[in-house]
């Protein structure tokens, strides 16, 4: 292996720059790699000094198409090992690729052997979160998805069958045909293998993030915390705030402005189905905007008596509809409810005329009396009945309903 010598124009400096250590702790340390060819460039650093080293991505390095040179004052002194390189290279040129250089507080070191001095340099070890942080943050799982969308069906199925480690061969042909469109990731040079071992890692590495989201509950992160970005992104979603905000009061105003004409209308003397139909509501959200009217304007709810009479006259006037010759769905529309609500206000009406010449259910609404005469409660009264819950609860309404008309049987 020998030094390699960076093409013109092949690492450009970008404007902006961030220093790792600013923004995350390390979890360790480790030595860099290839320091043995720049002891030269070691030597002029004083032991023991703090640098600070630019990450610097070499893809036309002839050794290892996805090295990440570390360089100090411009001049290149260690490399980032292979192992991690192969990670960090798409990471480093996509912030580059951003306008941001990126930087990495180390400190040199220097030994003495039977040989002479020697000299080395210290690296901070950085936790896997934050270098997925940083991946994720440049863009890289965007730029996943985008090469994923270039795939059939059937290939992102044999990427997934075996976890993103060992492809199939299609899926990474299609892949590797289609690297100019997705230039954020760095494919391996033919020395290093096979596809599957030149393919870039995060591609196998989403896959994986990927499968694990659909399966475990997804975990909310911040995605430019600590970051040059993350003062746009708070303003951004400040401002999605502030705009849901005026939504929703602008909606509350418009609710309250509703809610006041059905209660002025209702106290003119029209009836729900009138109601609904002006303002372009159902009845039950006229019902619903009556309610908070009320509320809002401090009147007393309505007592049973008031809802039960309410239940009787619509009753009635279901009944008299029906005698009158017309059929159950224009009853419904006259009266503004549903075909299913109509059938019950008849069964009621009938009901009320004549409680004797429905014998079963008159008898269920006595026992109901009898049972909650003994101090139940309603949903022990339901249970005790023996019959359906819509039986029970029309059983419970019977015996309002009529009250002293309907007397326990003796």
Request: charged fraction near 35%; hydrophobic fraction near 35%.
């Given at each position: ?10 690492y450009?400096r ?6 790792l ?6 979890s ?7 320091a043995?060819y720049?002891?030269q460039?070691?030597g002029?650093?004083?032991?023991g000094?703090?640098?600070e ?7 036309h ?6 090295a ?6 411009g001049?290149?002194v260690?490399?980032?090992p ?12 996509a ?17 003495t052997t ?13 936790d ?8 994720e ?5 965007a ?8 795939l059939?069906?059937?290939q ?12 199939d061969?299609?899926?990474l042909?299609a ?6 469109a ?6 391996g040079?033919k020395r290093?293998?096979?596809l ?8 196998g590495?989403?896959?994986?993030e990927?499968m694990?989201?659909?399966h475990e509950e997804?975990?909310e992160?911040?995605?430019?915390a ?9 303003a ?6 502030r ?7 602008r ?12 209660l002025r ?6 009836r729900?189905?009138?109601?609904a139909?002006?303002?372009?509501l ?6 619903t ?8 304007a401090g009147v007393?709810s309505?007592?049973p008596?008031?809802?039960q009479?309410?239940?009787r006259r619509?009753?009635?006037?279901a ?6 010759g ?6 419904a ?7 299913d609500?109509v059938?019950?206000l ?9 409680p004797?010449?429905h ?5 269920l609404a006595r026992?109901?009396v009898?049972l909650?005469?003994a ?5 022990d ?11 029970a609860l029309?059983?419970?309404?019977d015996a309002?309903f009529?009250?002293t008309?309907v007397r326990?049987a003796r």
């Open positions: 292996m020998g030094i390699h010598t960076r093409r013109p124009g092949e450009v970008p404007a902006g720059r961030i220093l250590d600013d923004h995350f702790e390390a360790g340390e480790f030595y860099a790699s290839g043995y720049h002891q460039s070691l002029r650093l004083p032991a000094r703090r640098v080293c630019e990450l610097v991505p070499e893809p390095n002839p050794w290892d198409a996805r990440v040179a570390l360089d100090v004052d001049e290149r260690a490399y980032l292979a192992t991690s390189a192969k990670m960090w290279h798409d990471v480093v040129r912030w580059n690729a951003a306008g941001f250089a990126v930087y990495t507080g180390a400190e040199t070191n220097r030994w039977g040989g002479g001095d020697g000299f080395g340099l210290t690296l901070p070890k950085w896997w979160r934050d270098l997925l942080d940083l991946a943050a440049a863009g890289l799982r730029g996943w998805e985008a090469a994923m969308a270039d059939t069906d059937e992102r199925l044999g990427l997934r069958e075996d976890r993103g480690y060992d492809p061969e299609s899926a042909k892949l590797w045909h289609r690297r100019s997705h230039p954020l990731f760095s494919w040079a290093d293998g096979d599957t071992e030149r393919m870039p890692f995060w591609y590495y989403f896959v994986r990927r694990r989201e659909e997804r975990r992160r911040l995605w430019f600590r970051s040059v970005r993350a003062e746009l992104l708070g951004f979603r400040a401002e999605i705030r705009r849901r905000e005026r939504d929703r009061e909606s509350l105003v418009q609710r309250a402005d509703q809610d006041e004409r059905a209308l209702q106290q003119e003397g029209r729900v189905a009138e109601i139909a002006e303002l372009g159902t009845p039950k959200q006229a019902e905007a009556l309610t908070r009217a009320r509320r809002a007393t309505r007592r008596e008031d809802l009479n309410e239940r619509q009753a009635a006037e009944v008299a509809l029906k005698r009158s017309m059929a159950r769905a224009r009853i529309r006259t009266m503004g409810r549903s075909a609500t059938d019950e008849l069964k009621d009406g009938l009901f009320y005329e004549a004797e010449d014998p079963e259910r008159l008898d026992r109901c009898e909650r005469g101090g139940l409660a309603k949903e009264v339901l249970a005790r009945l023996g019959v359906s819950r819509k039986q029309r059983a419970f309404r309002s009529l009250g008309d326990p």
